[in-house]
């Protein structure tokens, strides 16, 4: 009878779930961001693929505009100098070339209500589903080969998933009326008044991206302790940012654990919040050497939910021809 | 059908209703024999219209180990797997309104809640049959009906069985059965553990297309003889099942997502019956069936090996349901004529989500029955009767059957039955809104499925071979789709159609029993006219060498492309699974008196694992092919080696 227990005990305690077998750490990898005032205004990254990296084909737009489906924000290029102003009137014709541009106060944004994103403000009542335009007429201006070129712009509706405006010259020699579809493959419309039509492939299809490293204005008096960068007129401010794709936009930040030491379980009980864009997150200004430099204790966690990564800026280094060069590294969790 | 035939059934494989081929010696001498059996007997008034009867045996050369494994030996169902769910089905009907009895007793509660049938040990059983709509007490899912047997009470004071079962795919199966008696008191107790190895989707990756599971299983079976006309039975089936599903490993990273599910299942079933006259017996019996099925998501590092639960919604529902059971019966059996009349109380209710919104997720339903059947001489046998059951949420049904059975010459027999039947909505369309199945809004007051059947069988009976044809004939209406609300109606309708045809030779050396089956299937009568065929063809043999103490066996089960329809969102689609073959053989050798038995075993000789399964989208003029699926029809080819030994 003991025979039978004991072929029985092996019978019972053999053929058992196989273990996993080990593997390494994940690996950190690293990539450069080149960003240039004048050149290359944004780039482009994909956290999964760090080889899958793009830049901005092109500064020769004007106006941007958001293509999520609830979203109409509506932002001007600063760093080219984009600049506007509200009329407060609604009569397009009201407006030109007798208005007295010379005592124009410019600005490059105008701030939402809400106090988030420049833009060119509260162009309409956004409780509706297709937004009502208060139809005010703004000018647009920008610099010229000899001096500053402006427009009239007047947004007349939004719906069925397209921006309606009309544009034209102060003098009326240009008066057009154009619809601007969403495109949901692409985070942003473009527009350009120099060519007078849709800015085609600024940017790479959204699901190309996760990041997009750029420059983005804000106020100086919100954020005076953080380098900017004096491209334009003192009173703005133009900052290092991070734009970030709507399918990876939540977003927390720790400096308690070490880029080398996290892991899924540390990321995954961070407090994270739904976020657009980032202002000069890596970025530290060294008032006695008087740089930029970067912290690299600062991570900065993104996640759609499933995926997970973790982001350290390694490096800066900034040049004088507007070059800015930001080392990442980044780990998949 | 009365104890005493049921009882028969039992002894001697059923063949016919009407006993024109016995004498009546013959039968006196069976009926003395068995009375006392019948009495006693668990079974229940069923009809035994047997298409297909599988023995243990076959269920051994199969290296079937659970019911799962061993619904995929029977003629007329077709299985597949696609992710974590194995799809089980006959035609148009899926498990849903197929009964599954264990010794008489509803062994999947009402079938409508996804029960995991690898949860259900098959080695204790002695046996399994499929009947086509039989004129049976049950209203619910008896369209067609498959009954499970344990071997019959032993009167020997101890026995023993054993078995294990070791394969190449890692595979390990034990077993013991003990039995005891002192006349008065008998126990029977089974204890089991099984362990199946995953199903890889590719050599060499993490990932599984069916997960290791591991199961143990403690069954026990106890009769109290009380008086000589007085029986106490309780059993009890308890089961706990593991099981792991790997995922790949997530791209870049160390990190897996993996899907375990435990489920526990316990039952208890309890029978008192008393003779109250020469020919009544009155049977009080009763059962409390829980499942609880937990599916966990877990994160896992494999550098470091921490894991931890996730606790999204994006898992598969854990689930778990109790279920109770009453039933009163009166039997009357007499010479020509013999009837049933009793009543039945059972109650479902959830005990995860005990409640949703405020709204209480169970439902009852009583119901009262009699059936009736008269012989009229050797040649004319009447059975019919009819069901009221009602429902606490859906209201009262009226179910009737009826079944004419001729016997013109000796060896022939033609029967012809008619019978309605119900299944209730699926647990989750009825109670679990959309935030929590992430789908479709249910609906608590979902009518069940109705099916009229109808069964036309032609049997041929001699000495040495058996028979039979038929048409089984299926008219399903109020089956449970999606409506343009997004939430369930009962608009759909289906019909199906098997012709069949099989054939049983047998003599004290070989048992061989072909089968031929044509599905037509019209999956969406409401909606559109594709009628889809589908052929199959299933051979079971057996052959003893004699003064040998060698047996040899195989199973083949050869099915042809199948064809289904569902309608989603107004658009038709259409699922075309690929063809399939499947081939096991085993041969076995007894020694020591028949006491020791060693068999070798090969499972899915063609190695056919995996057949795509295509989905169409069906317009007006012709079918676009948007997406193909790989689907698991059977694990890898598997070499068994069986030891089995017994003191009888």
């Known amino acids: 009878m003991r025979i039978y227990t004991y072929i029985s005990l092996l019978f019972l305690l053999s053929a058992c779930f196989e273990p996993d077998e080990m593997l390494p750490k994940s690996k950190i990898n690293t990539t450069t961001v080149r960003l240039n005032t004048s050149k290359n205004q944004a780039a482009y990254l994909s956290l999964s693929e760090l080889s899958r990296s793009y830049d901005s084909t092109g500064s020769d737009w004007h106006l941007r505009f958001e293509n999520e489906t609830n979203g109409w924000g509506i932002f001007l290029n600063t760093l080219s100098r984009v600049a506007i102003h509200n009329t407060k009137s609604t009569y397009f014709d009201s407006v030109n070339e007798y208005y007295d541009v010379q005592q124009v106060e410019w600005q490059f944004d105008i701030s939402t209500s809400d106090g988030f994103t420049p833009a060119i403000g509260e162009w309409g009542d956004f409780s509706f589903t297709n937004p009502k335009s208060f139809k005010n007429v703004y000018l647009v201006s920008w610099p010229g080969e000899l001096s500053r070129q402006v427009y009239k712009l007047q947004i007349l509706d939004a719906k069925n998933g397209s921006y309606h405006f009309r544009y034209g010259t102060l003098d009326g020699s240009l008066d057009k009326t154009i619809w601007l579809p969403k495109d949901e493959q692409y985070r942003f419309g473009y527009f350009s008044f120099k060519s007078n039509e849709i800015s085609k492939a600024i940017e790479p299809k959204k699901s190309r991206w996760d990041v997009c490293f750029t420059f983005l204005s804000d106020s100086l008096s919100k954020r005076e302790n953080l380098p900017y960068l004096p491209t334009l007129e003192a009173e703005i401010g133009l900052y290092q ?51 930029i430099e970067v912290n690299t204790k600062l991570i900065l966690y993104l996640t759609d939910g499933s995926r997970y990564f973790a982001i350290r800026a390694s490096n800066f280094t900034q040049s004088q021809d507007g070059t800015f060069i930001t080392e990442l590294n980044v780990k998949q969790l | 059908m009365d104890e005493l035939d049921q009882c028969l059934s039992i002894i001697v494989v059923p063949k016919k209703t009407v006993p024109h081929l016995k004498s009546k010696k013959h039968i006196l001498r069976k009926l003395l024999f068995c009375s006392c059996l019948a009495f006693f007997s668990l079974c229940s008034a ?64 009402d079938q409508n809640i996804g029960y995991d049938l690898q949860s259900i040990p098959v080695w204790d059983l002695a046996y399994l049959e499929v009947d086509f709509s039989p004129i049976s007490t049950l209203a619910k899912n008896s369209t067609i009906i498959i009954r499970l047997y344990t071997r019959e009470f032993l009167d020997k004071a101890f026995w023993m069985e054993t078995g294990v079962t070791n394969t190449t795919n890692n595979d390990l199966h034990a077993n013991v059965l003990l039995g005891f008696s002192n006349k008065v008191h008998t126990l029977q107790t089974g204890l089991g553990r099984s362990f199946t190895g995953a199903v890889y989707n590719l050599a060499g990756l993490r990932s599984t297309a069916t997960g290791g599971a591991e199961r143990y299983d403690m069954n026990l079976q106890y009769k109290y003889r009380i008086l000589k006309s007085m029986e106490l039975n309780i059993r009890s089936d308890n089961s706990r099942l593991e099981v792991r599903n790997k995922s790949s490993i997530l791209p870049g990273r160390s990190r897996v997502q993996d899907i375990n599910q435990q489920l526990n299942r316990n039952l208890l079933y309890g029978a008192l019956k008393t003779q109250v006259s020469k020919n009544h017996t009155l049977t009080l019996d009763g059962q409390v069936h829980r499942l609880k099925n937990e599916i966990t998501l877990i994160d896992k590092d494999l550098h470091s090996g921490k894991a931890e639960e996730n606790l999204t919604n994006e898992k598969p529902l854990s689930t778990g349901y109790d279920y109770g059971y009453m039933r009163l019966k009166l039997n009357a059996s007499q010479k020509r004529l013999n009837y049933t009349i009793g009543l039945e109380l059972s109650n479902t209710s959830d005990n995860t989500y005990k409640t949703i919104n405020g709204i209480k997720n169970s439902y009852g339903d009583y119901a009262a029955f009699g059936h009736i059947g008269y012989q009229y001489r050797n040649t004319v046998k009447l059975q019919g009767g009819t069901r009221l059951i009602n429902n606490s949420l859906t209201g009262s049904f009226l179910l009737p059957s009826l079944k004419i059975t001729l016997a013109p010459q000796e060896q022939l027999e033609i029967s012809g039955a008619y019978s309605q039947a119900i299944s209730y909505p699926l647990f989750d369309q009825q109670f679990y809104p959309a935030s929590l199945t992430g789908d479709v809004t249910n609906d608590i007051l979902l009518s069940p499925t109705i099916n009229n059947t109808i069964h036309v069988k032609l049997t041929i009976d001699n000495a040495l071979i058996t028979g039979s044809t038929g048409i089984l004939h299926v008219r399903s209406a109020d089956i449970p789709r999606t409506n343009e609300n997004n939430s369930y109606s009962n608009t759909g309708k289906s019909t199906s159609t098997t012709t069949y045809a099989s054939l049983n030779f047998s003599n004290k050396y070989i048992s061989i029993k072909p089968s031929a089956l044509i599905h037509g299937s019209n999956y969406l009568r409401d909606t559109s006219g594709f009628t889809f065929f589908h052929p199959e063809i299933n051979i079971l043999a057996q052959a003893q060498i004699p003064n040998t103490g060698l047996h040899l066996g195989f199973i083949g089960r050869f099915l042809g492309e199948n064809t289904s329809s569902l309608l989603s969102d107004n658009l038709i689609y259409q699922e075309e699974q690929n063809g399939t073959q499947q081939l096991s053989a085993y041969v076995k050798y007894s020694l020591f008196a028949d006491r020791l038995h060693l068999s070798l075993s090969v499972t899915n000789i063609y190695d056919e694992r995996r057949i795509a399964r295509n989905t169409y989208l069906a317009n007006e003029v012709d079918r676009e092919l948007i997406d193909t699926a790989q689907t698991i029809v059977a694990k890898p080819r598997t070499y068994a080696i069986r030891v089995a030994y017994a003191i009888l």
Request: proline content about 3%.
């Open chain 1, 241 to 291: 940012g991070i734009l970030l794709n709507e399918q990876l936009n939540q977003v927390a930040i720790d400096t308690l654990v070490s880029l080398e030491d996290t892991d899924f379980f540390y990321a995954k009980n961070l407090p994270y919040n739904k976020q657009k864009e980032l202002y000069s997150l890596f970025y530290t200004f060294n008032k006695d050497s008087r740089k």
């Open chain 2, 46 to 109: 069923e009809d035994s219209t047997v298409f297909f009867r599988l023995d243990k045996e076959e269920i051994i050369l199969a290296n079937a180990q659970n019911l799962e494994e061993a619904l995929a030996l029977i003629p007329g169902l077709s299985q597949y797997t696609l992710g974590l769910e194995t799809n089980t089905h006959f035609s148009t009907l899926d498990l849903s309104q197929i009964a599954i009895l264990k010794d008489g007793y509803p062994l999947l509660m």
